[in-house]
């Protein structure tokens, strides 16, 4: 068999990733073996994968909750809308998406899978690296 170049084996590892947020166990188990199968070429995929989804919930955890309707001045209330503005800008949905129960569970099992591959591929460094998936 032929090498495959880098391009190609990202974007296979990132289709893979992409079953990791599947809703059959099945399928996201057999990603895992595949990812793990690919060996250390599956490492740098992940790795950007896991910072993308740390640094997601970084700004999930800095937007915070919305302000109280009552309890809140205008002033609170427009900083509250400009951030999420520039959330929506970056990651291209509302905080709300990524908090709801379908997404969240999604993103979840995805981060679960790809550290399992990690952790099989020998790479356990992601505790001091993910800080916040880690904490999930």
Same mark, same amino acid.
Not at 7 to 18: G, P, W, Y
Not at 28 to 38: D, I, S, W, Y
């Given at each position: ?12 590892? &990132?289709? $893979? ?10 399928? *996201?188990? /057999? @990603?895992?073996? =595949? ?18 989804? &740390?640094? $997601? ?10 302000? *109280?309707? /009552? @309890?809140?001045? =205008? ?62």
């Amino acid at each position: 068999m032929a090498e495959v170049d880098e391009q190609t084996t990202n974007k296979l590892a &990132e289709m $893979l990733i992409s079953v990791l947020h599947g809703q059959q166990s099945d399928s *996201r188990e /057999l @990603a895992v073996v =595949q990812l793990v199968l690919m060996g250390k070429k599956a490492v740098p995929p992940l790795m950007a994968y896991l910072e993308k989804e &740390e640094a $997601l919930e970084q700004d999930i955890e800095a937007l915070g909750k919305p302000p *109280r309707p /009552l @309890a809140a001045t =205008q002033k609170d209330h427009e900083l509250y809308r400009k951030a999420t503005e520039a959330f929506e800008s970056k990651w291209g949905n509302s905080p709300s998406h990524y908090k709801s129960e379908n997404v969240a569970m999604s993103r979840e099992v995805a981060i679960e899978g790809a550290l399992k591959a990690l952790t099989l591929l020998g790479q356990n460094n992601f505790y001091d690296l993910f800080p916040h998936l880690a904490q999930k």
